[in-house]
């Protein structure tokens, strides 16, 4: 659905854009045909044409003749001329005695180029039209050539270009070249970029800009204009920061990438939820499983302790050796079952991160009396402890220290073979004093060996073994060892086995590290 809805807004944003993009391009299109149409009546009829005409007027006054023209120029205003006239050279050529002349400001001389394009214009081009325009270039410098034609021969001037870019320059600015009706009436040319390219591509004026952008109109002058800006570009574009002020609303952003990163979100957003439903299933199906593990492991204990102690009150018991016998597995199984409620206690404490009180310790004395408590669970199955223990003194928490070592003894045994012996090792080394259990078991694969430190996790398999436990044993050991400012790790025996090491860095009185 998120993706429909992000795929329709930006469709809509971007035919929204299309729309108004259009507009604006064919604003620039009428700014560039009213330029156009400008120039041509600005610099082609008030232009070229009334100075060609004045040409003539020139000629036939002078009759022809040279030195009566030469005494018509003379006349001229030379100064106004440079200033405000399209011509830069006139010529007058008479092929049948092969005669051209060249006057510039009143005075007559001999222009090479000029003589040879004459020389070798088509007057052909003269039949239809009283004028003809040659466009060429010399050196890489556009020549613009107006041709007309008399009796007794051809005569016209080539371009002035300064005094052309100068006349374009002020019809483009005399007045806005966008409807006026635009804008609230406002429409200016500082709403455009404007550019005009001569026939060799050179910019006549305006800004050269780059014309790939798509709010430019391109007009090419032929047709009408095929004689006086033949092959000339026109280029309008719509300034950008000008959109608000032509078109309501100003042009769209592109919302493309607004969306896209929605689009992102949002579905990551979705994979995350998934994935914490997931685990939210996941960790409730655990706790389910850790009460159903739990209530069997109560009951276990429990009926082993209410079966044997109603048969010693019904006075059931044979012997003396019977009753001790019954006394001991009650007193077995209440271990085992105090063993348990521990753990449901301490891992209680540990979700709520209730912190331990420390206070330094000889362990050896108490490592020997959790030991001792814990020797009637592994005569159950003939397991052996060999033990050796070293005093030290250690900032601990007993009964945290107590569950962490019964913890492991009972995980020892319950993963062990029967008549299996279990060393419990105390020892200090290198500033460190660090307590081992190590069993003979078939030891834990190493890609687990991370996972178990886990709440609730229990290897493959030990469901379909029949081995009882509840997941949170190691999880608490980890915890409680890591209040205790202590290390824990395990690793697998050469010979075959697990060994859990729990290690303290040992400290002198004032609190730095021993050397």
Known sequence: MMLILGWQAYHSVHQQRIVAEKVLVEYAQLAADEFARRIMADIGYRGYFRTLNDWRSSLEESKYNLVQL??????????????????????????????FFNSNCGSLEQ???????????????????????????????????????????????????????????????????????????????QMLTVNMQDHLGNSLVGTPFPYKQSLVATKALK???????????????????????????????????????TMVATFMVFIISLLQLKKEQRLNQLRKNFVAEVSHELRTPLTQIRMFSEMLLQGKTRNSQEKNK????????????????????????????????????????????IINDF???????????????????????????????????????????EKQTISIQAKKTDHKYRLSITDQGAGIPANRQQQIWQAYYRLPGEHEAAIAGTGIGLYLVK??????????????????GSQFILEWTLTSKNGRNMQ
């Open 70 to 99: 030469k005494k018509t120029l003379a006349k001229r205003d030379c100064k106004k001329e440079k200033n405000n006239n399209l011509a830069k050279n006139y010529f007058f050529y008479v092929s049948d005695n092969q005669e």
């Open 111 to 189: 222009v090479d180029f000029i003589q040879l394009l004459i020389e070798k214009f088509d007057t052909k081009q003269l039949t239809e039209k009283p004028f003809a325009f040659i466009h060429t270039q010399l050196n890489q410098i556009p020549i613009t050539l107006i041709v007309a034609k008399i009796k007794q021969g051809l005569y016209g001037f080539a371009v002035n270009r300064q005094q052309l870019i100068h006349k374009l320059t002020i019809s483009l600015n005399k007045a806005p070249i966008l409807p006026r009706v635009l804008a609230d009436g406002k429409a200016t040319n």
């Open 223 to 261: 047709g009408e204009y095929s004689g006086i800006f033949r092959d000339h570009i026109i280029h309008v574009a719509i300034n950008a920061d000008s959109t608000e002020q032509l078109i309501i609303g100003g042009l769209p952003d592109n919302n493309l990438t607004a969306v896209i990163s």
């Open 326 to 369: 019954y006394l001991s597995i009650i007193h077995r199984e209440s271990l085992r079952l105090n063993n348990l409620i521990e753990n449901v206690l301490k891992y209680s404490e540990t979700q709520a991160q209730r912190p331990i009180q420390l206070d330094s310790q000889d362990l050896a004395p108490i490592i020997s009396n």
């Open 375 to 417: 020797l009637p669970i592994a005569k159950e199955k003939n397991v052996i402890l060999k033990v050796d223990i070293e005093s030290c003194h250690i900032p601990i928490e007993i009964h945290a220290l107590k569950q962490i070592i019964l913890n492991l003894l009972d995980n020892a045994v319950k993963y062990g073979p």
């Open 479 to 496: 915890q409680l060892a890591h209040q205790m400012k202590a290390k824990i790790w395990v690793k697998n025996q050469a010979e075959g």
